[in-house]
Structure formats: C-alpha cells, structure tokens
C-alpha cells in the first residue's frame, strides 16, 4: 500500500474512497482510530493508502476529480 493522501478533511477521504471504489483500486484509511486517543479533535490527520502497483492510476483520478491539491508529494 502507498499513502497518496494525508489530510484531516473527512469530506475529502469520503470522495476519494468513492473514487477508488468506482475504479476498483483497493484502499484504506490508515490512522482513523487515533481519533479516540486525540478526544475525537481531528488533529491527527488520517493516511489514504492505495494499491502501490495502482498508485498512479488513483493520483491520475485524484487529478482528474480537481483533488490535485491533496495528493501527497
């Protein structure tokens, strides 16, 4: 798995999971029980991880979708 995303936005892990669903890339939201140790804040930001042979086909949906601004690095 390969983070392509990093992001506290719930909004955002949201469309990009139903991006992916769509094109049949597996992923995960890594970090997501972290809230629990925060207080439930949103401080902690959660990790999109996606199949690392696909990840260039997601960060192509991701650009495709104006989500270029969250992709990581």
């Known amino acids: 798995m390969q ?3 990093r992001t506290n936005d719930l ?7 139903s ?3 769509e094109a ?12 629990v140790l925060e ?3 949103g401080l902690l ?5 996606v199949e690392s042979d ?11 979708a104006g989500l270029e601004a969250e992709l990581k690095a």
Request: hydrophobic content about 50%; glycine content about 4%; some cysteine.
């Open 3 to 5: 983070e392509i995303i």
């Open 11 to 17: 909004v955002i892990l949201s469309l990009a999971e």
């Open 19 to 21: 991006l992916m669903k």
């Open 24 to 35: 049949g890339i597996h992923c995960m939201i890594a970090d997501q029980s972290m809230s």
């Open 39 to 41: 207080g439930s804040l």
């Open 45 to 49: 930001p959660r990790r999109f991880l």
């Open 54 to 64: 696909r990840a260039d086909e997601a960060r192509r949906i991701f650009k495709d």
